[in-house]
């Protein structure tokens, strides 16, 4: 099945600095990248989605200063949370269709980040 | 609005028997309807997907039905095991242009030994 891998799997920071997060599809090549934000017990709220080679389209509330998306290859996106906050602490998953951008296709999951600030 | 809702309570079942998990909408019209499976501090797993013209779809021990008129979806296991235990996630697919997935807030299953 399709691969999507996320790294890191947890990381801690202080508040103030700025935290990378990566999503490689390993075994497809993904033009469209999903990135969703978990609280616990909640849903699955979509932040952005990410195409390679162009801007990344945001959802309505999301700033798009504080969470920086670049998409540089058919197989990387990676998501920034600049200037963090202990509110945005949270479970952030990326995630790819393996049939691009289509419908009727599963999504393939990376196995998120647990960002901490502190 | 448009609103997608599944139960918040947890379900908690006996080994052996059928679960069945609710997926409730309003104000959208999905050409497709997803379900996953997520394990704590894991990305959800796809398990199945059913089309708006088809009523029901089955893998193994599990079976969707999708009827667009209640908008509602149903998942059951059946036969149930402790590993099925997880949350489960529906996602309303086809709802516009930009392919993304809106999901549930999804349903616990606890299957007791």
Same mark, same amino acid.
């Given at each position: 099945?399709?691969?999507?891998?996320?790294?890191?799997?947890?990381?801690?920071?202080?508040?103030?600095?700025?935290?990378?997060?990566?999503?490689?599809?390993?075994?497809?090549?993904?033009?469209?990248?999903?990135?969703?934000?978990?609280?616990?017990?909640?849903?699955? #709220?979509? #932040?952005?989605?990410?195409?390679?080679?162009?801007?990344?389209?945001?959802?309505?509330?999301?700033?798009?200063?504080?969470?920086?998306?670049? *998409?540089?290859?058919?197989?990387?996106?990676?998501?920034?949370?600049?200037?963090? *906050?202990?509110?945005?602490?949270?479970?952030?998953?990326?995630?790819?269709?393996?049939?691009?951008?289509?419908?009727?296709?599963?999504?393939?999951?990376?196995?998120?980040?647990?960002?901490?600030?502190? | 609005? =448009?609103?997608?809702? =599944?139960?918040?309570?947890?379900?908690?079942?006996?080994? @052996?028997?059928?679960?069945?998990?609710?997926?409730?909408?309003?104000?959208?019209?999905?050409? $497709?309807?997803?379900?996953? !499976? =997520?394990? &704590? @501090?894991?990305?959800? +797993?796809?398990?199945?997907?059913?089309?708006?013209?088809?009523?029901?779809?089955?893998?193994? !021990?599990?079976? +969707?039905?999708?009827?667009?008129?209640?908008?509602?979806?149903?998942?059951?296991?059946?036969?149930?095991? &402790?590993?099925?235990?997880?949350? $489960?996630?529906?996602?309303?697919? @086809?709802?516009?242009?930009? $392919?993304?997935?809106?999901? @549930?807030?999804?349903? !616990?299953?606890?299957?007791? &030994?």
């Amino acid at each position: 099945g399709a691969v999507v891998s996320q790294h890191p799997s947890r990381v801690i920071c202080k508040s103030g600095t700025s935290v990378k997060i990566e999503c490689r599809s390993l075994d497809f090549q993904a033009t469209t990248m999903f990135w969703y934000r978990q609280f616990p017990k909640k849903s699955l #709220m979509l #932040m952005a989605t990410s195409n390679e080679g162009s801007k990344a389209t945001y959802e309505q509330g999301v700033e798009k200063d504080k969470f920086l998306i670049n *998409h540089a290859s058919l197989t990387l996106s990676t998501l920034t949370v600049t200037s963090a *906050h202990p509110e945005d602490s949270s479970f952030y998953i990326c995630s790819a269709r393996r049939d691009g951008s289509s419908y009727n296709s599963p999504l393939h999951f990376g196995n998120g980040t647990r960002l901490t600030v502190t | 609005s =448009q609103k997608i809702e =599944q139960n918040s309570e947890a379900l908690n079942i006996q080994e @052996g028997k059928t679960a069945t998990l609710t997926c409730n909408y309003t104000n959208y019209s999905p050409a $497709y309807l997803q379900w996953y !499976r =997520q394990d &704590p @501090g894991r990305g959800p +797993v796809f398990l199945l997907l059913i089309r708006e013209n088809e009523k029901e779809k089955r893998k193994e !021990r599990l079976k +969707v039905t999708f009827d667009t008129t209640l908008k509602q979806s149903l998942f059951h296991i059946t036969a149930s095991q &402790p590993a099925d235990s997880a949350t $489960y996630l529906c996602a309303l697919d @086809g709802v516009d242009s930009s $392919y993304k997935l809106i999901f @549930g807030s999804g349903t !616990r299953l606890l299957v007791r &030994p």
